[in-house]
């Protein structure tokens, strides 16, 4: 969001507050992107359906995150080990940005 409506924003709030925001590795405008499915329709199959009951279905909730992300490994191949938590941290002290 403030990568397109930034400017506009701190119009909205003033001058006297910084706005931050992170563009993580694989993310918009980086590169390489992200890609964990390899269609939107499988993206789109992946996250409809009904929605989770925390209490009863936590297993499942858990093993389906799990998949997901070892679906995003496979179709990533070795630079998936560089989209993650860590390295956006990384990123974000070395190259701030101001818009």
Do not use: H
């Amino acid at each position: 969001m403030l990568y397109s409506a930034g400017n506009k924003l701190n119009i909205v709030i003033g001058e006297d507050f910084n706005l931050l925001g992170f563009d993580p590795r694989g993310v918009n405008s980086s590169t390489p992107q992200a890609i964990c499915f390899l269609d939107p329709k499988q993206r789109k199959e992946q996250f409809t359906g009904t929605a989770w009951n925390l209490d009863y279905q936590a297993g499942e909730m858990f093993t389906s995150a799990e998949n997901r992300a070892r679906a995003c490994s496979e179709t990533m191949g070795d630079l998936g080990a560089y989209i993650n938590t860590p390295q956006t941290a990384a990123d974000s002290a070395l190259s701030p940005q101001r818009i």
